[in-house]
């Protein structure tokens, strides 16, 4: 019995501590981030400024690409262009 308890209390954290780092290993590469060894990110061409989901499905969504901003609604099965910064269509700060 104590070498059952012993075996448990030795591979129960590793498999718990396995399974975090596959969990986090799979965020890490579901969005997009490099794994550069140094750590350090590497610049992409289109950045998430900012997300306001306004319902199941549907959210409002600021990225920045090519120095500008650019509001887009996402919704399920669509990606609409609303605003641009660059007429002064608004502000994002």
């Known amino acids: 019995m104590f070498e059952y308890i012993l075996r448990l209390l030795i591979l129960l954290p590793l498999v718990g501590g396995m399974a975090w780092g596959s969990l986090w290993l799979w965020k890490r590469v579901q969005m997009g981030v490099p794994l550069t060894p140094g750590g350090a990110r590497q610049a992409r061409p289109v950045e998430m400024v900012g ?21 887009l609604s996402v919704s399920r099965g669509n990606v609409t262009r609303l605003a641009d910064n660059s007429q002064g269509d608004f502000h994002a700060g």
């Open 51 to 71: 997300v306001l989901p306004l319902g199941p499905g549907t959210k409002l969504a600021v990225v920045e690409f090519a120095g500008q901003q650019i509001l």
